[in-house]
């Protein structure tokens, strides 16, 4: 018998989201039985090998409200690896939570935004710039942000 693993920020908002819906996200698959911590398929579940690991760095994930319920979702594959240092918040261009803009101004600007270089920027010829961040603070993390899943555009 596989044991549960513990739930992690992604968890949560997935679970958040399910209560505050008006109808059940369906999508490719959804009738597979899914293990209902991964969301993989039973056969493919993996959770018995996830290991909590301490990372250098912390994640703020802003994550789309079709992609939490998503188990290809990469942030939520940070979030198994790094529970302690991921945060994870639905994302809305006109109304951003509070919680996560106090949570930005906490860093005093020691975050990253971690942006895909799509073929429009490459189009617009915007270069890439790798950036190796040190801490602003003594001991604080530095945080990146990252945009994970189809992010409104309108």
Request: positive net charge.
């Amino acid at each position: 018998m596989k044991t549960s693993p513990n739930k992690h920020c992604v968890d949560l908002l997935r679970e958040l989201c399910k209560t505050e819906s008006i109808r059940p996200f369906t999508a490719r698959g959804s009738r597979a039985a899914r293990c209902p911590h991964c969301l993989m398929t039973e056969f493919a579940c993996f959770c018995h090998l996830r290991e909590n690991q301490t990372s250098p760095v912390e994640f703020i994930l802003l994550i789309h409200r079709d992609e939490i319920h998503k188990p290809t979702n990469s942030g939520r594959l940070i979030a198994d690896l790094f529970p302690d240092d991921t945060q994870a918040y639905l994302w809305s261009r006109t109304e951003p939570q509070q919680t996560l803009l106090d949570h930005i101004a906490n860093k005093q600007g020691n975050c990253t935004i971690l942006f895909p270089n799509t073929e429009k920027a490459k189009e617009q010829k915007r270069p890439f710039r790798s950036v190796i961040p040190s801490s602003a603070k003594g001991d604080d993390k530095h945080t990146f942000i990252i945009l994970d899943g189809t992010l409104e555009t309108s």
